[in-house]
């Protein structure tokens, strides 16, 4: 089979990686990719939202299945534009991608199919917004209801910062109309959770827990980022509860979208938070997760290109999946700034050393590679270090001993990566 990947960061390189395995692969493309993907396959510089690029280049050569990674391509319908070409491609269609495209449409689908979240009110006018600020306790969640590229979430400490975020998305309109229309919603406190699943609109097969890590710095402080690692399988849910969450969460929302007339054909991203009255729906992402996505396909054993082109088709016939029991862990390099602004260009060094380690993998997020060879950042993340082990310490340990052999200027990551499952005395037998 001939594969083009869309997509340039850690979970393209993860996904490349673990397609690459697949017997049925004959040649792997991947659109724009990075310098540790161009070891995989070819890279085609086609940027992720050309979808006429993408379209010509998958129609004139052959492709036989099309895998998005981000979700800005699929909400600007990628796939409908392939379909339409008789193009197989793996993702969810214009309609399906609103889950992500829109807050609203994911909320006000939430309350149809009463699946638990955070209640919530949707404003469109900025002084009934500030009004209803003013009335809350917080901290408050803010929410542009379109893509805003990860910024487009406000968990503000005082009324004042929830003033200042209605201000910048309504009034100034900071991220054009994906923030003309808002969600406020309570804050929820808990442990997140997520959890991704397979889906032809019809049948799931739930891929193995993960916990991503989303603030910048150790103990959960400072800014909100992409992800700064990850960790799988999270002992804070059992086998049993997680059939629950994948029941009330997942197939009961792909049950409503398909009596809408809307078949959810992809993965279905659930972010989760465990409260203390029962898991609550923070958000549904269209795509993989990134980093998650890094954590949990090391552990896959099952062959994920054959069922990636199964949904595709329209039919997942797969009907479960194989893990290595070893937990997986991912931690994130950044580069210094990052999530605000950071400089590009600086070499990175220590890759292969970091590489040698049986059971490590050193993914590519944000590399480019210069023409002498050397491997440059170029991006927020730069790698995605993830390292499977006997426990979920041994795991830890051999991912940070493999991100000590890499360095690069201003690099940072985090050092607790896992610490919520280590410091808890839940079993990982149990999960
Ligand atoms: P979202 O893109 O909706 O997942 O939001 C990004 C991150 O903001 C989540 O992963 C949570 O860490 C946090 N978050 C979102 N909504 C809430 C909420 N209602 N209560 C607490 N934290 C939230
Ligand atoms: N790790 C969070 C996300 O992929 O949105």
Redesign the pocket.
Same mark, same amino acid.
């Given at each position: 089979m001939k594969v083009l990947i869309v997509g340039s960061g850690g979970r393209e390189h993860a996904l490349a990686w673990k397609i690459a395995q697949s017997p049925q692969l004959t040649k792997l493309f991947v659109a724009p990719g990075n310098a540790g993907i161009a070891k995989l396959g070819e890279c085609v510089n086609i940027k992720a939202d050309d979808i006429s690029g993408l379209l010509a280049f998958a129609k004139e050569n052959e492709i036989d299945l099309t895998i998005v990674g981000p979700e800005a391509p699929l909400v600007a319908g990628i796939v409908d534009q392939f379909e339409a070409a008789g193009l197989a491609i793996f993702g969810p269609n214009q309609k399906a991608a609103q889950m992500e495209g829109s807050k609203i449409f994911a909320k006000e689908l939430m309350a149809e199919a009463k699946v638990p979240t955070?209640g919530f009110k949707i404003f469109t006018d900025v002084n009934e917004a500030k009004t209803y600020i003013i009335e809350q306790e917080p901290p408050i $969640?803010i =929410?542009a209801d379109g893509l805003a590229a990860g910024k487009g $979430?406000v /968990?503000a400490a005082s009324v004042e910062e929830g003033i200042q975020a209605v201000n910048q998305m309504i009034s100034e309109q900071a991220f054009g109309e994906a923030g003309r229309r808002v969600v406020i +919603? =309570?804050?929820?406190e808990g442990s +997140?959770l997520s959890v991704l699943i397979l889906t032809d609109g019809e049948s799931v097969l739930p891929l193995a827990s993960s916990q991503d890590h =989303?603030r910048a710095n150790d103990n959960d402080r400072g800014p909100?980022t992409g992800g700064m690692g990850a960790y799988s399988p999270c002992p804070l849910v059992n086998d049993q509860n997680l059939e629950e969450i994948v029941k009330s969460t997942g197939e009961s929302i792909i049950k409503k979208l398909a009596e809408k007339g809307i078949v959810y054909r992809g993965i279905l991203y659930v972010?989760l938070?465990l409260t203390d009255k029962g898991p609550h729906v /923070? +958000?549904y992402n269209v795509r993989f997760g990134d980093p998650e996505t890094q954590a949990v396909l090391p552990r896959l054993k099952t062959d994920l290109l054959d069922i990636l082109h199964q949904i595709a088709k329209g039919k997942l016939t797969t009907q479960s999946l194989e893990w290595d029991e070893r937990p997986c862990v991912t931690v994130v390099m950044a580069s210094g700034g990052y999530p605000g602004s950071y400089q590009k260009g600086f070499p990175v060094n220590g890759l292969e050393e970091a590489a040698q380690a049986s059971d490590v993998v050193v993914f590519h997020a944000g590399t480019a590679s210069l023409e002498n060879g050397q491997i440059v950042t170029s991006g927020g993340r730069v790698l995605a270090v993830s390292a499977l082990g006997e426990t979920l310490k041994a795991a830890r340990d051999a991912a940070y001993q493999a991100v000590q052999k890499i360095s690069f200027k201003g690099a940072f990551y985090r050092g607790d990566i896992a610490h919520r499952a280590l410091q808890s005395d839940v079993s990982m037998k149990n999960s």
């Open positions: 955070a $969640v =929410k $979430v /968990l +919603e =309570k804050h929820l +997140e =989303k909100n972010g938070m /923070l +958000e």
